[in-house]
């Protein structure tokens, strides 16, 4: 009685060992829901909603006799490294683990419905391996036959769970499971962008509209719906360049999200990573690329009217700006007259040969004078010295150029200039000769008429020029001689008004002004300036005035170099797009 009732104890334990053994795994036996949907309106690729029974679900098609092929089981595992699919299939009866010739389809998806594997695998009894398992607690081992496949053409999915869809055919028998896959192939970070980046760029439409605002030029050239990579979410998104369309390299900061307002209701832009991917520093005919997200969820596929605001910050450098100032006479327009008179008691002969009428500048203001140019010939033995401070014109001495006396050599000739006050009409030059050793003297007198007026060397130009954050217009330019001591300098005037169109205040640095000649080799010096207006500009603000340079040539064109501070500046695009998210 003992013996048997142990025998039986032993008896039901093998049983349900033997039960547990030809269970399926927990991780496989468990029954989990996913509710992730991923779906694009624009394609046909559909990544949907799905809940995942994770128990084996048999489905028989025949009733299966007892010495027919009972189950079966199917275990995947990804090999990263040798980027392969390994497939375990086991084989059951109604008694035993077996071999079989057949076909098995298998179709592999991940949790999004994202299609891994779809294939069909040829099976055959020599495939089957023998492998040894131990039942749990005893020391009862039993024989499973296992046939391996690896798979090479699969795609990589979303997540690494899904489901393996799996049909078993033997002869004119077909069994159906579902099998959970806890290992499948999964993308990378980098994979599931380039992934929804081509599924996006399959579906996107093209867009065809450009708004500029200062040396920035917003181009819209494509929109589409767009699955993140990261939250797995819908999104409208628009694309865009941002071109430096100036003259100088540029700097954009100030990276707010774009507001979009859809059929009068507004949605707020995704802050996404696309506006960090690319330089903020332009120079000219560069462009950044920018992607707009808005949520889908606040859209609708029937939505036709698209309202788009954007804002950026445009750093401009500090930089110069020139400008030509042509059209202006020479300093001294002469006439050239050459009349000579020849000395009765001394071997000189004096010669006017040229004047120029003009305005000029002193210390004191402007003045009117002649400037005429006189030359002493020697035709003696001795050297002859000419007291120029006691030439006349009109009754009025002159300012000589530079020694008030001028020695001429024998056989030889000297010229020299001298300034007197204006007069007009006929006139006299007077040159005086003295000998005080043999008690001689004389003075020659050359007649001659003035007929010109002087006038004011000047150009009006009206130009006006925008230099963000300045707008400058330059009225006129006058080119003056400017009397010091006894030398005739080139003065360059320049009138003109600045006004202040920026966002911030700026010290107006004229000091930075710079004047160059039409050759190039000479800089004028700026040695004055009379400015109406606070030199701390304001926006909105503006001040006229003049300039004044020095130490130039007399050039008939000269180009002023004015020096632009640093600035920001805000960029807005306003606009409607022209979207159509349903045909």
């Avoid at 867009?207 to 990579?229: S, V």
């Avoid at 774009?258 to 949605?267: E, M, N, R, W």
């Avoid at 001294?332 to 000189?348: C, E, G, M």
């Amino acid at each position: 009685m003992r013996k048997s009732h142990i025998a039986l104890m032993l008896l039901l334990t093998i049983i349900v060992s033997g039960c547990l053994q030809s269970q399926l795994p927990e991780s496989q036996t468990s029954t989990t829901t996913s509710q992730k949907a991923i779906s694009s309106s624009l394609t046909s690729e559909t990544i949907n909603t799905t809940t995942i029974p994770l128990t084996t679900t048999t489905t028989p098609i025949h009733t299966i006799p007892k010495e027919k092929i009972k189950d079966f089981k199917l275990i995947l595992d990804w090999k990263k490294d040798a980027n392969a699919l390994v497939l375990y299939l086991e084989v059951q009866n109604q008694t035993n683990y077996t071999k079989i010739d057949g076909k098995l389809e298998v179709i592999i998806k991940d949790e999004f419905r994202l299609l891994i594997y779809n294939g069909t695998l040829s099976i055959q009894k020599s495939d089957f391996q023998p492998y040894t398992e131990e039942f749990t607690g005893l020391s009862k081992t039993s024989t499973v036959y296992k046939a391996r496949y690896i798979i090479t053409d699969f795609q990589k999915g979303i997540s690494s769970y899904g489901v393996i869809n799996a049909t078993l055919i033997v002869e004119n028998m077909m069994l159906k499971r579902t099998f959970i896959a806890q290992n499948l192939p999964k993308m990378d970070e980098q994979e599931r962008k380039d992934y929804f980046e081509n599924l996006y760029l399959k579906n996107a439409k093209p867009l065809n509209i450009t708004q500029i605002d200062g040396n920035a030029a917003l181009e819209f050239y494509r929109y589409g719906i767009y699955i993140h990579p990261g939250n797995l979410k819908k999104y409208l998104r628009i694309d865009a360049k941002l071109r430096n369309i100036g003259n100088y390299s540029i700097e954009l900061i100030g990276m707010e999200p774009a507001k979009l307002t859809v059929d009068g209701f507004p949605v707020e832009g995704y802050y996404n990573e696309f506006q960090y991917s690319y330089s903020k520093k332009l120079e000219p005919g560069e462009y950044i690329k920018e992607a707009f997200l808005f949520p889908m969820e606040e859209i609708s596929l029937n939505s036709k009217d698209f309202e788009f605001k954007v804002q950026r910050i445009e750093i401009i450098p500090e930089r110069k700006v020139t400008i030509k100032l042509s059209g202006l006479r020479p300093l001294l327009d002469y006439k050239t007259v050459n009349i000579s008179k020849a000395a009765q008691q001394f071997s000189i002969e004096a010669t006017l040969v040229k004047y120029a009428v003009f305005e000029y500048e002193t210390f004191e203001g402007k003045e009117n004078g002649i400037k005429v140019v006189l030359r002493i010939k020697n035709m003696g033995s001795k050297d002859i010295t000419i007291d120029l401070n006691g030439i006349s014109l009109g009754g009025s001495v002159g300012i000589v150029s530079s020694s008030w006396f001028l020695t001429v050599n024998p056989n030889s000739e000297k010229e020299a200039w001298l300034l007197f006050p204006y007069v007009q009409g006929k006139t006299e030059l007077i040159v005086p000769l003295h000998d005080w050793i043999e008690g001689k003297e004389e003075f020659l007198e050359i007649p001659f008429e003035i007929k010109e007026v002087p006038k004011p060397n000047e150009v009006v130009v009206n130009k006006t020029i925008e230099a963000y954050p300045f707008v400058i217009t330059l009225e006129k330019v006058e080119k003056t001689p400017y009397l010091e001591i006894s030398k005739l300098k080139t003065l360059v005037k320049v009138y003109f008004k600045l006004k202040n169109i920026g966002e911030v205040e700026h010290l107006l640095n004229i000091d930075n002004w710079k004047l160059i000649s039409s050759e190039g080799t000479d800089n004028g010096n700026l040695i004055m300036s009379k400015i109406t207006g606070d030199i701390i500009l304001k926006p909105g603000s503006y001040v006229s005035g003049y300039v004044v340079f020095d130490d130039v040539s007399d050039a008939s064109q000269y180009t002023l170099e004015i020096k632009i501070p640093k600035d920001q500046k805000t960029l807005k695009f306003e606009l409607k797009l022209p979207i159509k998210l349903k045909e």
